[in-house]
C-alpha cells in the first residue's frame, strides 16, 4: 500500500489539483497542505517526490490521464462515504472496464490512444471472455466430478438428507429442522435417475450397493460446480477486471473444502447455489440501474427474488442473503430517493417493482414449495409425533386420518393426551422407577413424541374404583369441566401422581410419578380437570377441548418443561407439576385418541387444518428442534472462531488407516490467504476512505480503482460478515460446513483485492510495460501458487488410503500443518 | 473579565437553583426512611451473601457480573462497620442489629438522587429548554419504579447513574469540541466519559451497550473530525489519539483496576475454590495453599501425585481408582473387560493418589537428586493404595463407547496384554525440555500404543461405579479440549519402599517448602473466564418476565411484604410515565423517518442546527433504550422487569425532547401551542396523580386494606399480595 500512497502524492503534486471544486486554474500553493495523508504526516511535500517519481518516465498516455485528474470527480465533492458512489455503472459485461460510468466517460478519451479498440479486437476480447468462461466452467466441473462415485458408501449426512430424499420418493411424512426445498430436489434427482426409495441409509458407512445414487450425488455435484462461474461472474461484474474474477474462479475451484462439499448428498450445495445465484443476480441487477425496467432489468431483479426464495427454501441461512439483498435494496431506494429529478410516481413505480420482485415473489415460491412438500407427503410416518393432533389428520396412515373416534370424554376412557406446545409429546410412563436421589422413588412420568402403548390412561373417577366401567350396565357418564378425576396408566395401572418433591431438572416444581397399586392410591392422585377454551359446553371434547389438569392438593398444573431427561428417564421429556399458574402452551393438553365402546364413534373430518396453519404450525415446530439442537456438556463443539483459521476439518469418511478416508478440511493455503486479505481489505480500505474524507483527490485511475475496492469490495465484505458473525449468537450445535457461504464471499474478496492491490502497485511502478508485468506475475503466483497447494491436498477431497498423516508412510506426511487436524 | 463573571451570575444562579431543589428533592424522595423496611428485601439476599464475603475477604465467584458494583455496595457495609456476619438465607428475614442497613442502602440510594439532577443537565447540553430539562428531571424524581430500585441494596441504580453520567459527560465533551479543544476542561469530560463508561460496565455487564453507544456516537463525531479540513494532519491525529486513549484504553485499565482490587480484598480461600484451578486456589490464603504448601516443585520419578482435571465440569475431580472392578457384562448386554475401575472423584480420598513411575525400573520412590519428568517422556502411573497401572485397552468404555475404557491393570491370564506406558504431553509448556511442574503445570496422557487421550467424559456411572465420573481413552480426538487436561494437585516425593508404609505415607499431609504465585493478569484472565462461562441454573421465577412485558408494564415484582401487615414494597412502575414514553419514543421514530426522508428530497422543515439538536437527542435517548433493550431479546437467562430500567430511563429523557419539539414546530398557531402546554399539564398532572397513588407500594410504609389494594391493581397481570385473615 505504501508504493500506492507515495505514488498517490506525486500525482498529486505534479498535477497541481484545483483549489476549489469548479475551478480549473492552477492551485494556490497554500492548498498544498491538504494533501497530504493523515498518516504519513511527516512526509516531505509533494514537489520533491513529484520530481522523483512522475519524471521523465511518465509517458503522455498516463499524463493525460493526470491532467484529466484535474477535474474533480463527480464523487470526490462528498461527505459521507455513501454519499461518494457515483450511481450507476453500465449495464452488462460489455461495459468499459472502469468501475464508475462518470469517470469512465471522462477518462474514455484520454485512453484511447494507449488502448485502441476497434471493433474486431473488440469481438476478439469478447471470444476471448467467453472461452475464459467456459474453460473456468470445465475446470470446476472436471474436479467436481471427478471420482464422484467414491466412495460407494454413505458419507456423515448423507445418511439424513439421503435418507429424506427416500421419504418424498415414498411420500412418507418426516420431519426436519430445515425448510423442504434442499431435500425435495434431491429426492426429484434421486426419483429421475431412476433410484426408487428403497435404501435405508441407515448409518454413515454402510455400502450402496445396487442402489442408485449417483443421480443424486451428481445433482449436487453439478450445483457446486456451478457456484464457481458464478463466483467468477459477480467478480467480474462488481471489479470489472478478468484476472480478479480469474483468481476467485482458481481460489474456489482449488479448494479441498468446497470440493469435498460438494461431491455428496448434502444441502449445503444447494443452498450455496442459491446464495451465489443471488449475488450474481443482484450484481448483475445492480449494473442494470442506469436502464430501469427495461428486460434485462426486470430479468435479472426477479432472478434475484427466485434464489433468494430458493436459499431461504433450503435452509433458514439463507435469510442472510435475504437481509444482503435488503440492505442493498434500501440503499439503493435512498439513492433514488436522492435523485430530485424523478417524481414521485416514478420512484412509487421503483419502490413498487422491488416490492413486488424481492418480497411478494420470493414469498410466493417460498410459500409454494410447502404447498408441493404437503401434497407429496402425505402418507403417516416417522414426523408424525412432532406435530399436534389436528395435523396428523391429514396423514394417510396415521390412526387420526379419517379417524371416527368417540366425541365427548367418558368416564373409562381410554385415552392419550397430548401437549398442546410444538414437539413436546405424549403424557407417558413406563416400569422404571426415578432414580434414587431424584425425588420420591416411585415410577417415571414423562412425555414421549412416539405413539406407544405407554401413552394410553384411562380416566377414572376419583372416588371409585369400583365396577369395570366397561361394563354395559353402566350408564355413561360424561366427564364435565371441573371435575375430580384420576388418570390411570393403563400398562402398569399406576396413577399419575405429584407431590412435595422437587421435579428432576426444573427445581421449582414439583416431581410427577406414577403411583399406587392397581388404582388404588392416595389423595395427591386426584386431579382437577378444566377446559380453557369452553365453547363447547361442559363437556370435554377429543382433540378440540383445550384441557388443564391442576393437582387437587397442591395446586399446581400438570405441564412438560421440555427438558431433556438423563439416560435414566430414556431421554424422553420432562413432566412437571408447576405452581406458578401462568398460562403456557407448555401447561396444556388435549385428547388425542380415544377409545370407549360405550359410545359411538363419529367421523372426525371437519377437523382438517387450513394451509396456513400447516405452514405456521411446521415453522414453529422446525424453529424449536433447531432451539433444541443445543450442545451437550463435554462435546467437542466446533465455535465460529476456529472456522476461518480452518482449525478442524469434519470426518466425512473412515478413520482407521485401512479405511478410505474423506475429510472435510479448507485449502490451508487458500484460506489463510483469505484471512490475511480481510485484513488487508479493511486495512487499504479504511487508508483509501480517510483519504477521500480528508479530501484528498485521487488521480483518476487510482479514484477507480478505490471505488472498486469501496464499492464492490465492501458489498463483498458485507456479504462475508453477514455469513459469518450471527454465528457467534447462535446458541444450537455449530459445525465446520456453516462456514461456507462464508468462505465463498471471503473468496471473492480476496479475488478482487489481490487484483486491485496489485494494479494499484503497478500503477506506482512509473514505465507501462513493466507495470504490466507486476501485475501479470503477481495474478499467475497467486494463480500457481493455489493450483499446487491444491496438488498436495486434493487426497483430503478425493481420498485417501493408507497410514494416516503422523506416519512419514503415509500420502499426507508432512501435511498435517495443525495439530487439531485428524487426517 | 469581571464583566463576563457578572453578567451570567444571575443566569448561573438561576440553574443552580433549579438544580439544587431538584437534587434536594431527589434526596428527599430516595434517602426518607431509608432504613425501612428492616427486613431482607428481595434480591438483597444476593448481594448481601457478596457483602459478607467482601466483609471477611473471602473469595467468591459471582457470574452475574464483573465486581466494581459489588465492591460499591461492601463499601457501604465497610462505612457502616458491617463485620459480615448475617445469614442471607431468606427474603423477608429480619436484619439483626450488627447489620447496618442504612449505610448498606446508602449508595444506591445516593446515585438515584442524583439521577435526577444529571437527567436536567442532560437535556440542557442536547441543547433544549430548560422548562424541558426540568420535565426530564421531575419525570425520573416521580417514577416510582426508579425510586423502589434505588432505595434498596441493588445495583440497577447505580448502573443507571453511570450510564447517565457517561452520557452526560461525553455532551459536555462535544459541546467544549467547538469552543476549546484541548482545554483541562474538554480533558476533563472526555477522561470522565471514559471512566464513567468503565464504570457501568465495572457493575453490569449491560453497562457495555451503552459503552458502545457512547463509542459509535464518538465515532461518526471523529469521522467529522476527519472531514475538517480547517484541522491540519497533526492536529487530527492527535483529536484521535486523545480520544482512543480516553475512550478505549483507559476504561480497560480501569476495569482492569476493578478486578485488582477485587483480587487484593479477597485473599481468603472460600465456598467457590473448586470453580477456580489448582493454581489460583494456591494463590488464596487458607484452602489448598494449606495443602499444598511446600510441596517441591518438580514432580519426579516416584514422586506421589493426585491429579486433577482441569476442565472441572459436572464438578472438579480427581482421578481416582478403588478395588471394585468393572462388571462383566453391563446392563446393555455389552462385555467389559472386568479390570479395576478408574473414576474421577469429586472428593479428597486416599484413593486419588498415584505413583509416577519410569517404565524401566521398579522402584517406586525418588531417587536423590530427584530425577525430574519432563515433556515427551514415557511414564507409567501406579495407583497408590493398590499398585496396579494405569491401562487403556481397546475395550468400549462403559457408558461412552465409542471412545477406550481405562482401567488399572489386572492380569486374568486370558491373553490380554498390559498397556499401560503414557506419554507425558505438557501443554503450557515452553519449550519443548520443560520440567512437569506441580499445580503449574497442564498435562495431557497420551497413551503409547493406542495415542487415545486420558479424558474425562464427565458422565455418571451407574450404581457399580458408585456414582464416580466416567474417564476414558479418546481415540478420535486430537485438538485441545479442557477435559483431556490434567495437573498434580498435592504432590511429595514418595520415600517407602514397602507398600505397607508407603499406604502410611500415602495417608500423611503433604509437607517441604517452596512458594509460589500467579501474576495479576493470569488470576484476572481466569477469574474472568470463569466468570462468563460459569453457568447458574436457568430457573423459572415466579416473577420473572419477557421483554414484551416491559414497554406497557404488564407485569411487576412483590419485593416484600410485612410479616403481619398488609404493607408492601413492589417493584412497579408509574403506567403513565410508562406508556406516554414508550409513546414518544415511537413519535420519535415516526417524525425522525418523516424528516428525514423529506431532507432527502431537498425539504428541510427544520434548520440545519435544530435538526442535528434532533438527531443527537434521538441517537442518544431513543439510541439509548434501543441498546438497553432490545439485546435483551438475544438472551436465554431469566429475566426480570428491573432489566428495563435503563433503557426505561433513556426513554424518559426523550420524553421532554419530544413534547418541546411538537410544542415548537407542530403546532401552528399560539392557540394550538396553549392548548398544547395545557394538555401537557394535564398530563403532567396526572402522572403525579399516579405516582402519588402508587406511594404506598413504593415505600411500604402504610398498610393498606384489601379493597384498597384491589384498587391499585390495574392491570390483570400485576400480581398484587392481599393476605387473607
Not at chain 2, 111 to 135: N, Q, W
Request: glycine letters at 8%; a positive charge.
Amino acid at each position: 500500500m505504501l508504493c500506492a500512497t507515495s505514488r498517490l502524492l506525486a500525482a498529486r503534486a505534479a498535477s497541481a489539483l484545483p483549489a476549489h471544486p469548479r475551478g480549473r486554474g492552477p492551485a494556490p500553493r497554500s492548498r498544498r497542505r491538504e494533501l497530504h495523508f493523515p498518516g504519513h504526516p511527516e512526509l516531505p511535500p509533494g514537489d520533491l517526490l513529484a520530481g522523483r517519481f512522475a519524471g521523465p518516465s511518465v509517458s503522455t498516455g498516463r499524463r493525460a490521464i493526470l491532467r484529466r485528474g484535474r477535474m474533480p470527480p463527480a464523487a470526490g465533492g462528498g461527505l459521507a462515504g455513501s454519499e461518494l458512489r457515483p450511481r450507476r455503472g453500465r449495464c452488462g459485461s460489455q461495459a468499459a472496464r472502469a468501475a464508475g460510468r462518470d469517470v469512465a466517460t471522462e477518462t474514455a478519451t484520454a485512453r484511447s490512444p494507449k488502448r485502441p479498440a476497434p471493433l474486431s479486437s473488440r469481438r476478439f476480447e469478447a471470444a476471448g471472455r467467453w472461452a475464459l468462461l467456459a474453460l473456468v466452467t470445465l475446470t470446476s466441473f472436471a474436479t467436481r466430478f471427478h471420482r464422484l462415485d467414491q466412495p460407494p458408501h454413505i458419507c456423515w449426512d448423507e445418511t439424513h438428507f439421503g435418507k429424506m430424499g427416500s421419504y418424498y420418493i415414498n411420500r412418507t411424512f418426516f420431519f426436519d429442522v430445515h425448510p423442504p426445498l434442499g431435500k425435495m430436489l434431491i429426492g426429484l434427482a434421486g426419483y429421475l435417475s431412476g433410484y426408487d426409495g428403497t435404501f435405508l441409509f441407515q448409518k454413515p458407512g454402510d455400502n450402496y450397493e445396487h442402489h442408485s445414487y449417483m443421480g443424486m450425488r451428481g445433482f449436487c455435484a453439478f450445483l457446486g460446480s456451478m457456484l464457481i462461474p458464478l463466483a467468477y461472474l459477480t467478480v467480474l461484474e462488481l471489479s470489472r477486471s478478468l484476472p480478479a474474477a480469474l483468481l476467485t474462479a482458481a481460489l474456489l475451484t482449488f479448494d479441498t473444502g468446497c470440493l469435498t462439499l460438494s461431491q455428496y448428498i448434502l444441502l449445503d450445495p444447494i443452498l450455496m447455489f442459491f446464495i451465489m445465484a443471488a449475488m450474481l443476480s443482484m450484481v448483475k441487477y445492480n449494473s442494470c440501474a442506469n436502464r430501469p425496467f427495461s428486460a434485462p432489468w426486470w430479468f435479472w431483479l426477479s432472478l434475484t427474488g427466485v434464489n433468494l426464495a430458493g436459499a431461504l427454501g433450503v435452509k433458514f441461512v439463507g435469510l442472510f442473503i435475504i437481509l444482503q439483498v435488503g440492505w442493498n435494496t434500501l440503499s439503493d431506494l435512498w439513492h433514488l430517493f436522492g435523485d430530485l429529478s424523478l417524481s414521485m410516481v416514478t420512484l412509487g413505480k421503483h419502490l413498487t417493482a422491488r416490492i413486488l420482485c424481492l418480497i411478494v415473489l420470493p414469498l410466493a415460491l417460498y410459500i409454494a414449495t410447502y404447498a408441493v412438500h404437503f401434497m407429496v407427503l402425505n402418507k403417516s410416518g416417522p414426523g408424525d409425533g412432532f406435530f399436534s393432533s389436528a395435523f396428523q389428520a391429514r396423514l394417510s396412515g396415521n390412526n387420526l386420518h379419517n379417524a371416527s373416534i368417540p366425541e365427548h370424554l367418558a368416564y373409562g376412557s381410554m385415552i392419550t393426551v397430548k401437549n398442546l406446545r410444538m414437539a413436546i409429546g405424549y403424557l407417558h410412563s413406563h416400569r422404571h422407577f426415578y432414580p434414587e436421589g431424584v425425588g420420591a422413588r416411585q415410577q417415571q412420568v414423562t412425555t414421549y413424541l412416539h405413539k406407544d402403548y405407554n401413552n394410553l390412561w384411562i380416566i377414572k373417577k376419583h372416588n371409585s374404583n369400583s365396577a369395570d366401567p366397561l361394563d354395559p350396565s353402566h350408564p355413561v357418564e360424561f366427564v364435565r369441566h371441573g371435575d375430580i378425576i384420576r388418570l390411570e396408566h393403563k400398562e402398569t395401572s399406576r396413577n399419575l401422581h405429584s407431590h412435595y418433591h422437587e421435579a428432576p431438572l426444573t427445581r421449582k416444581h414439583y416431581q410427577v410419578t406414577g403411583y399406587g397399586i392397581n388404582g388404588s392410591g392416595d389423595s395427591n392422585d386426584f386431579w382437577r380437570i378444566e377446559v380453557i377454551n369452553r365453547k363447547f359446553g361442559n363437556r370435554i371434547k377429543v382433540l378440540r377441548s383445550r384441557i388443564r389438569l391442576i393437582h387437587l392438593v397442591t395446586g399446581c398444573v400438570l405441564g412438560s418443561s421440555g427438558k431433556v431427561l438423563p439416560k435414566w428417564g430414556w431421554e424422553q421429556l420432562e413432566v412437571t407439576c408447576t405452581p406458578y399458574l401462568k398460562e403456557t402452551l407448555s401447561s396444556i393438553w388435549n385428547v388425542e385418541d380415544h377409545i370407549n365402546p360405550k359410545l359411538p364413534n363419529i367421523s372426525l373430518e371437519v377437523l382438517q387444518p387450513s394451509f396456513p396453519e400447516i405452514m405456521l404450525e411446521s415453522h414453529l415446530v422446525m424453529i424449536r428442534g433447531n432451539n433444541g439442537l443445543k450442545p451437550k456438556d463435554n462435546e467437542f463443539t466446533s465455535k465460529p472462531w476456529h472456522w476461518p483459521i480452518n482449525f478442524q476439518g469434519l470426518r466425512f469418511s473412515g478413520v482407521n488407516d485401512t479405511d478410505f478416508r474423506v475429510y472435510l478440511l479448507g485449502n490451508p493455503v487458500i484460506w489463510w490467504l483469505n484471512l490475511l486479505s480481510i485484513a488487508l481489505y479493511i486495512l487499504s480500505a479504511s487508508i483509501f476512505a480517510v483519504a477521500v474524507q480528508r479530501g484528498a483527490h485521487l488521480p483518476v485511475k487510482v479514484e477507480g480503482l478505490s471505488q472498486v475496492l469501496l464499492r464492490g469490495g465492501g458489498q463483498l465484505l458485507f456479504g462475508w460478515m453477514m455469513h459469518y458473525f450471527p454465528f457467534f449468537l447462535m446458541g444450537r450445535v455449530l459445525y465446520f460446513h456453516h462456514y461456507f457461504p462464508a468462505m465463498l464471499f471471503s473468496s471473492m474478496l480476496t479475488g478482487l483485492l489481490w487484483d486491485t492491490l496489485l494494479r494499484l502497485c503497478a500503477w506506482s511502478l512509473a514505465s507501462y510495460p513493466l507495470a504490466r508485468c507486476v501485475h501479470v506475475l503477481g495474478i499467475l503466483t497467486l494463480l500457481l501458487g493455489t493450483a499446487y497447494s491444491f496438488y498436495l491436498f486434493h487426497p483430503l477431497a478425493y481420498g485417501m488410503v493408507g497410514p494416516l498423516a503422523q506416519d512419514p508412510q503415509s500420502p499426507m506426511a508432512g501435511l498435517r500443518w495443525l495439530e487439531s487436524w485428524d487426517f | 473579565m469581571l464583566g463576563f463573571l457578572q453578567h451570567p451570575v444571575m443566569v448561573t444562579a438561576e440553574v443552580n437553583l433549579n438544580m439544587v431543589a431538584l437534587t434536594a428533592m431527589g434526596l428527599l424522595s430516595r434517602l426518607w426512611q431509608l432504613a425501612y423496611p428492616r427486613a431482607v428485601v428481595f434480591d438483597e439476599v444476593y448481594y448481601g451473601q457478596y457483602i459478607s464475603f467482601y466483609m471477611k475477604r473471602i473469595f467468591f465467584l459471582d457470574g452475574s457480573g464483573p465486581p466494581f458494583g459489588h465492591m460499591l455496595l461492601a463499601l457501604g457495609g465497610y462505612l457502616g462497620g458491617f463485620d459480615g456476619n448475617f445469614l442471607w438465607n431468606r427474603i423477608g428475614a429480619e436484619y439483626s442489629s450488627n447489620v447496618p442497613v442504612w449505610s448498606l442502602r446508602l449508595l444506591p440510594a445516593l446515585s438515584g438522587a442524583l439521577s435526577v439532577p444529571m437527567a436536567y443537565e442532560i437535556v440542557r447540553e442536547l441543547g433544549f429548554s430548560h422548562c424541558a430539562a426540568t420535565g426530564a428531571a421531575l419525570l425520573v424524581l416521580i417514577e416510582n419504579a426508579l425510586i423502589t430500585q434505588s432505595r434498596l441494596m441493588l445495583l440497577e441504580s447505580v448502573l443507571i447513574f453511570f450510564n447517565l453520567l457517561a452520557v452526560l459527560s461525553y455532551l459536555k465533551f462535544s459541546n467544549s469540541q467547538k469552543h476549546r479543544p484541548f482545554s483541562p476542561r474538554w480533558w476533563f469530560w472526555l477522561v470522565l466519559t471514559g471512566v464513567a463508561c468503565s464504570c457501568a460496565v465495572g457493575i453490569k455487564y449491560v453497562g457495555v451497550f451503552t459503552y458502545l453507544l457512547v463509542l459509535g456516537v464518538a465515532a461518526v463525531h471523529a469521522w467529522h473530525v476527519i472531514g475538517d479540513q480547517t484541522l491540519s494532519n497533526v492536529r487530527v491525529l492527535c483529536h484521535l489519539l486523545a480520544r482512543a486513549a480516553a475512550l478505549v484504553v483507559l476504561p480497560i485499565l480501569v476495569y482492569l483496576l476493578f478486578f485488582y482490587i477485587h483480587l487484593l480484598l479477597l485473599y481468603r480461600s472460600g465456598p467457590h475454590d473448586q470453580i477456580m484451578s489448582s493454581a489460583f486456589q494456591a494463590s488464596l490464603e487458607g484452602g489448598l495453599a494449606r495443602v499444598t504448601q511446600g510441596q517441591p516443585l518438580e514432580v519426579a520419578f516416584g514422586s506421589q501425585v493426585t491429579l486433577k482435571n482441569v476442565f472441572g465440569q459436572p464438578v472438579p475431580c480427581w482421578l481416582h481408582s478403588h478395588q471394585s472392578t468393572y462388571p462383566m457384562i453391563y446392563e446393555n448386554g455389552r462385555g467389559s473387560s472386568h479390570q479395576q475401575q478408574v473414576t474421577c472423584y469429586p472428593f479428597k480420598d486416599v484413593n486419588n493418589w498415584w505413583i509416577v513411575k519410569d517404565p524401566g525400573r521398579h522402584q517406586l520412590v525418588v531417587n536423590n537428586p530427584p530425577r525430574p519428568v519432563r515433556h515427551g517422556d514415557v511414564v507409567q502411573l501406579v495407583h497408590g493404595m493398590t499398585t496396579r497401572l494405569l491401562n487403556t485397552h481397546d475395550v468400549a468404555a462403559p457408558l461412552s463407547p465409542h471412545a477406550q475404557e481405562v482401567s488399572c491393570y489386572v492380569d486374568y491370564n486370558i491373553s490380554m496384554p498390559p498397556q499401560n506406558l503414557w506419554r507425558l504431553d505438557i501443554v503450557n509448556r515452553e519449550s519443548d525440555t520443560d520440567v512437569w511442574k506441580t499445580i503449574l503445570s497442564e498435562v495431557r496422557f497420551v497413551h503409547v500404543n493406542t495415542s487415545a487421550i486420558l479424558k474425562l467424559s464427565g458422565v455418571p456411572l451407574p450404581d457399580w461405579g458408585f456414582r464416580q465420573l466416567e474417564v476414558v481413552g479418546e481415540k478420535l480426538f486430537r485438538g485441545y479440549h479442557e477435559s483431556t487436561v490434567w495437573n498434580v494437585e498435592e504432590h511429595r516425593y514418595g520415600r517407602s519402599q514397602e507398600q505397607k508404609e508407603r499406604e502410611l505415607e500415602l495417608h500423611s499431609p503433604t509437607q517441604v517448602d517452596i512458594s509460589r504465585n500467579l501474576s495479576f493478569m493470569a488470576r484476572f484472565s481466569e477469574l474472568q473466564w470463569r466468570m462468563l462461562t460459569v453457568r447458574s441454573d436457568d430457573s423459572e421465577h415466579k416473577y420473572s418476565s419477557t421483554p414484551l412485558d416491559w414497554v406497557m408494564l404488564d407485569t411487576n415484582i412483590a419485593y416484600w411484604l410485612h410479616p403481619r401487615t398488609s404493607a408492601q414494597i413492589h417493584l412497579l412502575g408509574n403506567v403513565v410515565i410508562w406508556a406516554s414514553a414508550s409513546l414518544a419514543t415511537l413519535a420519535y421514530a415516526l417524525l425522525f423517518v418523516w424528516y428525514l426522508l423529506r431532507r432527502r428530497r431537498r425539504v428541510c422543515d427544520l434548520p440545519e442546527d435544530r435538526w442535528l439538536r434532533w438527531v443527537l437527542a434521538g441517537a442518544l435517548c431513543a439510541g439509548g433504550w434501543a441498546v438497553n433493550y432490545l439485546p435483551f431479546f438475544l438472551m436465554e437467562k431469566t429475566l426480570f422487569l428491573y432489566h428495563y430500567l435503563p433503557a426505561l430511563t433513556f426513554q424518559i429523557l426523550l420524553l421532554p425532547v419530544v413534547l418541546e419539539h411538537v410544542s415548537d414546530h407542530l403546532c401552528r398557531s399560539q392557540l394550538q401551542r396553549s392548548l398544547f402546554t395545557a394538555l401537557v399539564v394535564a398530563w403532567f398532572t396526572s402522572a403525579c396523580h399516579v405516582s402519588n397513588m402508587l406511594r404506598p407500594l413504593t415505600y411500604g410504609d402504610r398498610p393498606l386494606s384489601p379493597s384498597e389494594l384491589k384498587a391499585l391493581r390495574w392491570k390483570d397481570s400485576w400480581d398484587i399480595l392481599i393476605r387473607r385473615y
